[in-house]
């Protein structure tokens, strides 16, 4: 059994049913958006998020979770998808998980009426239900990716992010998500405010892990059996290149500002970088940050009695830290 299946093993009944309720939640009047909705469900990935809600309900409610849950999970993935759709637009890609996108199939304007159609559906869905509290736990997280991807934007142009800005950015971007799952599937069965604020953290932690392996990858020959350099050719200040510019000399910074700025699509040069920032430690550096996000969930999950939901998670900590792509 692979780890996917192993995690998804305590809640497989729970997964199927909500793939169907998830398909429902976006059914239209309109033959267009319905023919669109039924090509997204049928190219789902790992589905992390709805699995995150669903272990964590599962772990605090001994087992017992109930429509909220499955509301909450169906409203995430709505609203996942719906920045996707919109992502895919503004990064002018025209795949997505090995897929054509939405915009290479239907254009642009198409794709942002999608993104803002599936936006709706899950306020609406909230809001149909009086899920205010799970509804508010999903807004916040969709201001803080929004703003940190302005952010990432803002400081992109200048080169001059600090590693404290880069959390920032990345807590904003990735963990924000993640933690909301997290959160929303613990309040969908339980009123103590200090363990959904526990589970929030939970899943931050697992997001900041989760990007910081992805920054690995551009430098690392895991993922696809060589680095591939692209976050360099983008101008993506990932925390390996930060550590080592706000570590080197000044000519050797002066070198790699520039390599960025002005050499960034020279394969040769990009090679060069790759190299510099293995010399120097940088990957080094971001590996034990990863690890340091990684044991601090961990350490959050002793707090909660053993069950097989728990484990799924430990499972699912550890995944983030060795997965493959």
Request: aromatic content about 8%; glycine content about 4%; proline content about 2%.
């Amino acid at each position: 059994m692979n780890i996917t299946s192993q995690i998804k093993q305590p809640i497989q009944l729970e997964m199927e049913l909500f793939e169907k309720k998830f398909y429902e939640s976006m059914s239209s009047n309109v033959a267009l958006l319905n023919r669109i909705t039924y090509y997204i469900v049928n190219r789902k990935g790992k589905q992390m998020r709805p699995m995150f809600v669903f272990l964590t309900a599962k772990m605090l409610a001994d087992g017992a979770i109930n429509e909220r849950t499955y509301r909450g999970a169906c409203v995430i993935e709505l609203i996942h998808t719906a920045t996707l759709v919109h992502d895919d637009v503004v990064d002018d890609s025209n795949r997505r998980r090995g897929f054509f996108s939405i915009n290479a199939l239907w254009k642009n304007k198409i794709a942002v009426l999608v993104g803002d159609y599936l936006l709706s559906k899950g306020l609406l869905l909230s809001i149909d239900y009086g899920d205010f509290d799970l509804l508010k736990i999903i807004s916040v997280a969709v201001r803080e990716m929004s703003e940190g991807e302005l952010l990432q934007i803002e400081k992109a142009r200048r080169l001059d992010i600090t590693e404290d800005i880069y959390y920032e950015i990345i807590r904003k971007k990735t963990a924000t998500l993640i933690a909301s799952c997290c959160a929303l599937g613990a309040k969908s069965v339980c009123d103590d405010d200090q363990k959904v604020a526990s589970m929030r953290k939970f899943g931050e932690l697992i997001g900041m892990a989760f990007q910081i392996k992805d920054d690995l990858f551009d430098y690392t020959d895991d993922a696809i059996g060589k680095p591939t350099g692209i976050d360099i050719k983008e101008q993506k200040m990932t925390l390996p290149l930060i550590h080592v510019l706000n570590h080197c000399s000044a000519k050797e910074k002066a070198w790699l500002i520039n390599s960025i700025k002005n050499h960034n699509k020279d394969k040769k040069r990009v090679k060069e970088v790759i190299a510099f920032v293995i010399q120097q430690n940088g990957l080094q550096y971001a590996y034990d940050r990863m690890l340091a996000f990684q044991q601090e969930a961990l350490t959050l999950l002793q707090d909660f009695p053993d069950s097989d939901f728990k484990t799924s998670l430990t499972l699912m900590v550890n995944y983030v830290i060795d997965r493959k792509i």
